[in-house]
């Protein structure tokens, strides 16, 4: 089990991490000693080991004066014959734009053994763009005020996000596996650059590498870009990296369709050539031979479920031609020019966005062969849109997996754009011209649950009632089941 601490103090301090399996501490079952390194923001990362499968334990550290941390609890993964696990899923948290009502949520809660935070547990900009000043909520405020870039920038902003009490308090009683997107860095990040990195800001490896120096840091995770994890018999937990290690960089329809005296022509050329090039990569060549093989292995050992917990979505995405009718009022120029455009992509047969997998569909058309090939119960677990959606993923006409793509903790979603149609009607209409589609929700923050046995999947999106101020009431709650062998949705 690896523990997560930090000790601000003016110099390296050693501390002492003790496991313990009641909360008095009245034994101690393991533990051990760890430096909280000034060169590493006064952060500690301990592994624990000799622990007994799928059992909670509390935790603590041990200044050198003798005071002693918040006390927090664990729970390390079950080994053999495993009856029951459910998660928590959560991705998309922007302090400024509302309270984390669905970590305080979850925290609350007794039936959850894992947390999985599949990316953007923080936002890079600057105060005042996103959210705007008039949008952001009052008692909602970042460190620092500008564009994170610099090491001490995002070592900061961690900081901040790590003072809210609710995301405290989750960290504090489970167990997380989490992965960085694109925030964490800054926005549609690759290989190579991002959208939101500028030449005037230095390059891009070194900020790229300041960014995940503080993910490390800061974060309760392993110190390798891509791993996976047991749940006994009953699955396997996949969660690869899609930002830094191989990704291409993403299409731009603007690019393709800028000078072009027809456009939709220009976009369905680029549909049969470029777009769909085998070379292009997502993951790149090595961690993709990594995914692929550990789904067989997992697959062919007999696991029940293979859970890939990544970050983009990968069920196919088309704009509704109805959309046009969604968009009114006062809205900035570059919502109304993507709009513009996503209806050119859309008429191309193009799907809306080629930062998602959707931009990838060789790469995809990988992952899902090898999982069909494999006889595997591939589940997708993926966050970055803001809303809530579930997807068949079929490859070759039949069922290769399923997806749940969980909502917002706090960033708004289509909605907050989208003001001139109800979720309902934009639900159906991106039904109708998504066929992949199986549900979504337009218009609610909050988290996702997925219930693994051996026989069914069971995901659960939470809704919360508000992010406007501290409240832990849901709006509602939509389930929907999958049968350990079909890989696809039940009906309903």
């Known amino acids: 089990m690896l523990l997560w601490t930090r000790y601000a103090a003016p110099s390296d301090s050693a501390l002492t991490a003790e496991l313990s399996e009641?909360?008095?501490?009245?034994?101690?079952?393991?533990?051990?000693?760890?430096?909280?390194a000034g060169e590493r923001d006064h952060t500690a990362k301990i592994v624990v080991d000799g622990l007994h499968p799928g059992r909670w334990y509390y935790y603590r550290f041990v200044a050198p004066d003798g005071t002693t941390s918040p006390?927090?609890?664990?729970?390390?993964?079950?080994?053999?014959?495993?009856?029951?696990?459910?998660?928590?899923?959560?991705?998309?948290?922007n302090l400024p734009f509302g309270w984390f009502n669905a970590y305080g949520h979850a925290a609350a809660r007794a039936d959850i053994d894992l947390c999985v935070h599949v990316g953007d547990y923080f936002y890079e900009y600057q105060v005042g763009q996103y959210p705007t000043l008039k949008e952001a909520i009052p008692g909602r405020t970042i460190q620092p005020d500008h564009e994170l870039v610099a090491l001490a920038d995002y070592r900061l902003r961690y900081a901040t996000y790590?003072?809210?009490?609710?995301?405290?308090?989750?960290?504090?009683?489970?167990?997380?596996l989490a992965q960085w997107d694109d925030h964490e860095l800054a926005n549609d990040a690759w290989k190579g650059g991002a959208q939101n990195h500028q030449p005037d800001e230095g390059d891009w490896s070194v900020r790229s590498a300041a960014a995940e120096r503080a993910w490390r840091e800061w974060m309760p995770v392993a110190d390798i870009r891509w791993r996976h994890y047991e749940v006994g018999e009953l699955a396997t937990i996949f969660l690869p990296e899609t930002r830094l290690t191989g990704r291409d960089r993403?299409?731009?329809?603007?690019?393709?369709i800028e000078g072009a005296s027809d456009p939709v022509a220009a976009l369905k050329r680029f549909r049969e050539t470029d777009y769909i090039d085998p070379a292009r990569q997502m993951l790149g060549a090595d961690q993709e031979r990594w995914l692929l093989d550990a789904i067989r292995a997992s697959a062919k050992a007999g696991k029940r479920?293979?859970?890939?917990?990544?970050?983009l979505i990968m069920g196919t995405t088309y704009t509704p031609r109805e959309a046009a009718n969604w968009y009114a009022g006062d809205l900035p120029d570059y919502v109304i020019e993507r709009v513009k455009t996503a209806r050119l992509v859309a008429d191309a047969g193009l799907p809306y966005s080629?930062?998602?997998?959707?931009?990838y569909p060789a790469a995809r058309d990988r992952l899902l062969g090898a999982a069909q090939a494999a006889g595997a119960n591939f589940v997708s677990l993926a966050g970055d849109s803001h809303n809530g959606w579930a997807f068949d993923l079929p490859h070759g006409g039949h069922p290769a997996g399923v997806e749940v793509a969980g909502h917002s903790v706090s960033s708004p979603g289509i909605e907050s754009a989208a003001k001139g149609a109800s979720d309902a009607d934009r639900v159906a209409a991106l039904r109708r011209s998504s066929p992949q589609l199986r549900w979504a929700n337009t218009e609610r923050r909050g988290y996702a649950t997925v219930a693994l046995t051996p026989d069914r999947m069971t995901a659960s999106w939470h809704f919360l009632d508000t992010v406007a101020q501290p409240s832990r009431a849901l709006a509602g709650t939509h389930s929907m089941t999958v049968q350990q062998g079909r890989n696809v949705y039940d009906a309903g």
């Open 22 to 36: 009641s909360a008095d501490f009245a034994r101690i079952v393991g533990g051990g000693s760890v430096i909280a």
């Open 71 to 93: 006390v927090g609890r664990t729970r390390t993964l079950p080994a053999g014959p495993t009856a029951a696990f459910t998660l928590a899923l959560f991705s998309c948290s």
């Open 162 to 176: 790590r003072s809210d009490p609710d995301l405290q308090r989750l960290h504090a009683l489970f167990p997380m």
């Open 305 to 311: 479920w293979q859970v890939c917990a990544q970050q």
């Open 354 to 359: 080629f930062d998602a997998w959707d931009g």
């Open 250 to 256: 993403q299409y731009s329809p603007a690019a393709i």
